[in-house]
């Protein structure tokens, strides 16, 4: 039985919405909600095709307006274009602006500040979003659905861990910013600690991941996956990435790659384990230099 490209299955359902469609639906939806007759089987391919929605704002934003001009919508392709664009830096802003929370969180000196971040409430009347800030990682999930707004990584808060909502958008981000501005202003967090190095895993675990998952370059992939490219690269003794799917190499060999795989060019590929301070930080550093993560 032949397995689809899941390339060529993203495309398609890029194709069945209409680029135009995808961004009006995504913009308007997220945030002004002011258009209420979709199409409901383009809204069901919407909702299937949520991992690739990134690829496709980016994709979007790169195509002529004269293209987008030929769907059948209220809107120009110069309008799509814009919203496209704003998207995109909403997305960016997004994430620098949750990693900055994400750091405040353990400076917070009073409990009650958690307590309140992980009220449904108080986060909806403080930052507009329908989710508790915070999920207790103790907390068994009420469906799979609510988990999904939450980040993998938890943070510690007070000896116990907390997963951030992921769900900002548009004014969230302005009353987040003013929240975490209020707190520093009234004395609310404890001063900020010179952070000891990092270690290179932790690196490769967050920048390094974060910089393969933004690639667009198929051939670089190729060659990460290349035993005697990463030798030459990082110093490493394996590939620096390998097939999720690979079945190769036997249990001694995939020990020597993380298990949570990293999604690339809508494939799925886990990184190896294997690198040492001598011989492989210098060259992963430089390397993630050059792509701009530091």
Same mark, same amino acid.
């Given at each position: 039985?032949?397995?689809?490209? @899941?390339?060529?299955?993203?495309?398609?359902?890029?194709?069945?919405?209409?680029?135009?469609?995808?961004?009006?639906?995504?913009?308007?939806?997220?945030?002004?909600?002011?258009?209420?007759?979709?199409?409901?089987?383009?809204?069901?391919?919407?909702? !299937?095709? !949520?991992?690739?929605?990134?690829?496709?704002?980016?994709?979007?934003?790169?195509?002529?307006?004269? %293209?987008?001009?030929?769907?059948?919508?209220?809107?120009?392709?110069?309008?799509?274009?814009?919203?496209?664009?704003?998207?995109?830096?909403?997305?960016?802003?997004?994430?620098?602006?949750?990693?900055?929370?994400?750091?405040?969180?353990?400076?917070? %000196?009073?409990?009650?500040?958690?307590?309140?971040?992980?009220?449904?409430?108080?986060?909806?009347?403080?930052?507009?979003?329908?989710?508790?800030?915070?999920?207790?990682?103790?907390?068994?999930?009420?469906?799979?659905?609510?988990?999904?707004?939450?980040?993998?990584? @938890?943070?510690?808060?007070?000896?116990?861990?907390?997963?951030?909502?992921?769900?900002?958008?548009?004014?969230?981000?302005?009353?987040?910013? %003013?929240?975490?501005?209020?707190?520093?202003?009234?004395?609310?967090? $404890?001063?900020?600690?010179?952070?000891?190095?990092? !270690?290179?895993?932790?690196?490769?675990?967050? !920048?390094?991941?974060?910089?393969?998952?933004?690639?667009?370059?198929?051939?670089?992939?190729?060659?990460?996956?290349?035993?005697?490219?990463?030798?030459?690269?990082?110093?490493?003794?394996?590939?620096?990435?390998?097939?999720?799917?690979?079945?190769?190499?036997?249990?001694?060999?995939?020990?020597?790659?993380?298990?949570?795989?990293?999604?690339?060019?809508?494939?799925?590929?886990?990184?190896?384990?294997?690198?040492?301070?001598?011989?492989?930080?210098?060259? $992963?550093?430089?390397?993630?230099?050059?792509?701009?993560? $530091?």
């Amino acid at each position: 039985m032949k397995h689809k490209d @899941p390339n060529s299955e993203a495309d398609e359902m890029l194709e069945t919405m209409g680029a135009a469609w995808f961004i009006a639906y995504t913009y308007y939806k997220k945030k002004l909600k002011e258009l209420s007759k979709w199409e409901k089987a383009k809204v069901d391919v919407f909702n !299937k095709s !949520k991992t690739h929605h990134k690829e496709y704002i980016r994709e979007v934003a790169e195509m002529r307006e004269k %293209k987008l001009d030929k769907e059948e919508l209220p809107l120009s392709g110069a309008e799509i274009l814009r919203m496209a664009e704003e998207l995109q830096t909403q997305k960016r802003v997004s994430k620098t602006l949750r990693d900055k929370f994400r750091a405040m969180l353990p400076r917070l %000196k009073d409990e009650e500040f958690v307590r309140d971040l992980c009220n449904i409430k108080y986060s909806k009347k403080t930052f507009g979003i329908p989710y508790a800030m915070l999920l207790p990682v103790s907390e068994k999930a009420r469906c799979t659905r609510l988990h999904a707004r939450y980040d993998e990584d @938890p943070v510690m808060v007070f000896g116990k861990g907390y997963r951030v909502c992921k769900e900002w958008f548009g004014k969230n981000l302005e009353s987040i910013e %003013k929240w975490m501005k209020m707190r520093e202003e009234r004395g609310d967090l $404890l001063p900020s600690k010179v952070r000891p190095a990092e !270690k290179i895993g932790e690196i490769v675990q967050g !920048k390094f991941r974060d910089i393969l998952a933004e690639i667009h370059d198929e051939r670089l992939v190729d060659n990460l996956c290349d035993k005697e490219y990463s030798q030459a690269l990082f110093g490493l003794s394996y590939a620096a990435l390998m097939p999720a799917v690979s079945t190769g190499g036997g249990d001694k060999f995939h020990v020597r790659y993380y298990v949570d795989p990293v999604k690339i060019l809508g494939k799925e590929y886990r990184i190896c384990n294997d690198w040492y301070e001598k011989r492989s930080r210098r060259k $992963l550093e430089r390397w993630i230099r050059k792509q701009g993560g $530091l």
